[in-house]
């Protein structure tokens, strides 16, 4: 009996040895993704690029990037990690322009499919004029080549992001909000139709007629349900030009009962945003560097004192054969205004110039090394009710002296989102969109450093939980399913249920820390 008990104990261990050397094949090397028939090519090696994202802090290597030539590339791949079944841990990631902020994009140990390796040919973006004209793209592409693309027909896309270096699909698995989304709501809202890709590796289309969904799930559901293949995106005429605002505010109620005035009036601007100006005595030119004062000796006279100001950021499209309208519709706009007289600049720009604003930023920040260092950004989705509540103890006790960023604030209105998409928002039907767009100088102790900036994301956090101000994270992160539950709500059950029918093993986009892959 111990010879045969032994020959059995050998036994398992040998299956065991096999069954963990079965794993560890699917698992640790590369072998079994090697068999798959590709247009494009899986590379093993020199893949750190697909371990950083723009946030600089998160580091996750992946196993293979996918770099796919075809949508066909990316169903094979997908289905081959769906077929392997949960004895698998390996997960797929999109990665679009990689400018997630905590690790969103990445897939430890996975594949990450290089969204942008066939983007940037022109076939594949097709404009359609007519009545309601629309531009059909490939969902890795950048939203700034669709801007030049559509641009040659006259048309462009009617809601933006302030930086347009992202892909389609990486806006459209958030929202995509700017000063634009007042009137036509977020990117996800300018959006007919989605080819994608689902976690069982089948390509499905999508829109409110077909998968109805499948559509809604993916627009703003964090890349959880499918990968975006391709978007038909809504367009409108192109304006030439734009008039482009800036003015001053020391007193918040002003500044924020003219912006929601603004977003409600009648023949308003085309674009409504504002932000915070914190301490900047010194710098406090740089806000308008190239603006114009309206009236330039009373614009010298100007003192900050080193208040905390708030600036409302306003631009109005026009052809340069309407140039008077314009202005007369500037004016009476503007004379509706409470703003501090003496702080009225102006520019004048091309459409694309004023749209791909943000890039000019980004060529000089690179230029100093100031562009790939940690950017530990907060974004806040807040209740018009409470915004005052928030602004008191935010901008009046907890970033009094410094802000390391831009502070962008600016409301929307509630009706213009789609509330079948899976895109988490606050109560109230106008919230602001608060934006705390830090850098940390790398390894700095001080009030610049990384820490130093967490620690304050994390009082405003606990500050809006503890005031119960119903805020919503806008780029949400959380590490626990409890988190996770408490931002979706109410919503978390369609969420759950949307899961489990198009990834039901939780293959894709592991790095939103939101379902974990069962094994
Ligand atoms: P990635 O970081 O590559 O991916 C983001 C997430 O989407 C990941 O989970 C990824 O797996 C998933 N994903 C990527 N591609 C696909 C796809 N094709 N299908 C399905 N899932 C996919 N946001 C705004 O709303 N408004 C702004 O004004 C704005 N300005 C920004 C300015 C800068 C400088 C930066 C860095 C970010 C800004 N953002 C803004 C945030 C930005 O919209 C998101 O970070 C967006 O995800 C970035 O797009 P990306 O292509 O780099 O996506």
Same mark, same amino acid.
């Given at each position: 009996?111990?010879?045969?008990?032994?020959?059995?104990?050998?036994?398992?261990?040998?299956?065991?040895?096999?069954?963990?050397?079965?794993?560890?094949?699917?698992?640790?090397?590369?072998?079994?993704?090697?068999?798959?028939?590709?247009?494009?090519?899986?590379?093993?090696?020199?893949?750190?690029?697909?371990?950083?994202?723009?946030?600089?802090?998160?580091?996750?290597?992946?196993?293979?990037?996918?770099?796919?030539?075809?949508?066909?590339?990316?169903?094979?791949?997908?289905?081959?990690?769906?077929?392997?079944?949960?004895?698998?841990?390996?997960?797929?990631?999109?990665?679009?322009?990689?400018?997630?902020?905590?690790?969103?994009?990445?897939?430890?140990?996975?594949?990450?499919? *290089?969204? #942008?390796?066939?983007?940037?040919?022109?076939?594949?973006?097709?404009?359609?004029?007519?009545?309601?004209?629309?531009?059909?793209?490939?969902?890795?592409?950048?939203?700034?080549?669709?801007?030049?693309?559509?641009?040659?027909?006259?048309?462009?896309?009617?809601?933006?992001?302030?930086?347009?270096?992202?892909?389609?699909?990486?806006?459209?698995?958030?929202?995509?909000?700017?000063?634009?989304?007042?009137?036509?709501?977020?990117?996800?809202?300018?959006?007919?139709?989605?080819?994608?890709?689902?976690?069982?590796?089948?390509?499905?289309?999508?829109?409110?007629?077909?998968?109805?969904?499948?559509?809604?799930?993916?627009?703003?559901?964090?890349?959880?349900?499918?990968?975006?293949?391709?978007?038909?995106?809504?367009?409108?005429?192109?304006?030439?030009?734009?008039?482009?605002?800036?003015?001053?505010?020391?007193?918040?109620?002003?500044?924020?009962?003219?912006?929601?005035?603004?977003?409600?009036?009648?023949?308003?601007?085309?674009?409504?945003?504002?932000?915070?100006?914190?301490?900047?005595?010194?710098?406090?030119?740089?806000?308008?560097?190239?603006?114009?004062?309206?009236?330039?000796?009373?614009?010298?006279?100007?003192?900050?004192?080193?208040?905390?100001?708030?600036?409302?950021?306003?631009?109005?499209?026009?052809?340069?054969?309407?140039?008077?309208?314009?202005?007369?519709?500037? #004016?009476?706009?503007?004379?509706?205004?409470?703003?501090?007289?003496?702080?009225?600049?102006?520019?004048?720009?091309?459409?694309?110039?004023?749209?791909? $604003?943000?890039?000019?930023?980004?060529?000089?920040?690179?230029?100093?090394?100031?562009?790939?260092?940690?950017?530990?950004?907060?974004?806040?989705?807040?209740?018009?009710?409470?915004?005052?509540?928030?602004?008191?103890?935010?901008?009046?006790?907890?970033?009094?002296?410094?802000?390391?960023?831009?502070?962008?604030?600016?409301?929307?209105?509630?009706?213009?989102?789609?509330?079948?998409?899976?895109?988490?928002?606050?109560?109230?039907?106008?919230?602001?969109?608060?934006?705390?767009?830090?850098?940390?100088?790398?390894?700095?102790?001080?009030?610049?450093?990384?820490?130093?900036?967490?620690?304050? *994301?994390?009082?405003?956090?606990?500050?809006?939980?503890?005031?119960?101000?119903?805020?919503?994270?806008?780029?949400?992160?959380?590490?626990?399913?409890? #988190?996770? $539950?408490?931002?979706?709500?109410?919503?978390?059950?369609?969420?759950?249920? $949307?899961?489990?029918?198009?990834?039901?093993?939780?293959?894709?986009?592991?790095?939103?820390?939101?379902?974990?892959?069962?094994?």
């Amino acid at each position: 009996p111990t010879g045969i008990l032994s020959i059995r104990s050998f036994m398992i261990l040998i299956l065991g040895f096999i069954t963990i050397n079965i794993n560890l094949g699917f698992l640790g090397t590369p072998s079994s993704l090697q068999t798959l028939s590709l247009d494009g090519h899986l590379s093993f090696e020199e893949n750190h690029h697909a371990a950083r994202d723009f946030g600089n802090r998160y580091k996750f290597l992946p196993l293979a990037v996918l770099h796919p030539k075809s949508v066909s590339d990316i169903a094979t791949t997908i289905k081959h990690v769906w077929q392997m079944g949960p004895g698998s841990e390996l997960t797929v990631a999109a990665r679009g322009h990689g400018h997630s902020l905590q690790g969103q994009a990445q897939a430890h140990q996975g594949v990450v499919i *290089n969204m #942008e390796s066939f983007s940037r040919q022109e076939s594949q973006m097709q404009v359609h004029t007519g009545r309601n004209p629309y531009v059909d793209v490939y969902g890795g592409e950048l939203w700034i080549n669709i801007l030049h693309e559509t641009l040659k027909y006259g048309l462009a896309p009617k809601s933006w992001t302030d930086y347009l270096h992202l892909t389609v699909g990486g806006t459209l698995s958030n929202a995509g909000i700017s000063g634009q989304a007042f009137r036509h709501g977020p990117q996800i809202s300018n959006v007919h139709q989605l080819e994608v890709v689902t976690g069982k590796g089948e390509v499905l289309n999508c829109s409110e007629k077909q998968n109805a969904d499948l559509f809604h799930g993916v627009l703003g559901g964090l890349g959880q349900f499918g990968i975006i293949t391709r978007a038909r995106i809504s367009l409108e005429p192109a304006p030439k030009m734009v008039k482009w605002i800036r003015v001053l505010y020391s007193d918040f109620s002003t500044f924020t009962s003219d912006q929601e005035h603004l977003i409600s009036a009648e023949n308003t601007f085309d674009y409504i945003e504002g932000f915070v100006i914190i301490n900047r005595t010194g710098l406090l030119n740089n806000w308008r560097s190239s603006f114009n004062p309206q009236d330039p000796v009373q614009a010298s006279q100007f003192k900050s004192d080193g208040r905390t100001l708030f600036c409302l950021e306003l631009a109005k499209h026009f052809n340069p054969d309407k140039i008077d309208k314009t202005n007369k519709e500037i #004016e009476k706009l503007l004379s509706q205004l409470g703003y501090i007289s003496s702080t009225l600049f102006l520019s004048e720009v091309p459409y694309v110039e004023f749209l791909d $604003r943000v890039h000019v930023s980004e060529v000089k920040l690179r230029s100093k090394g100031l562009w790939e260092v940690p950017h530990p950004w907060l974004n806040l989705l807040i209740p018009r009710s409470k915004i005052h509540d928030f602004s008191k103890e935010v901008f009046g006790n907890i970033l009094s002296n410094t802000s390391n960023g831009p502070i962008l604030i600016y409301p929307v209105h509630k009706s213009k989102w789609d509330n079948r998409t899976s895109a988490v928002l606050p109560e109230e039907d106008v919230f602001y969109l608060v934006a705390f767009l830090t850098s940390a100088v790398p390894s700095s102790t001080g009030t610049d450093g990384l820490e130093h900036i967490l620690t304050q *994301n994390k009082r405003i956090l606990d500050f809006c939980e503890a005031a119960q101000l119903g805020v919503k994270q806008y780029l949400p992160h959380y590490t626990t399913l409890t #988190e996770w $539950r408490a931002h979706f709500g109410p919503r978390w059950e369609v969420f759950m249920q $949307r899961k489990t029918a198009y990834d039901p093993l939780a293959i894709l986009a592991p790095g939103q820390k939101i379902f974990q892959k069962a094994i």
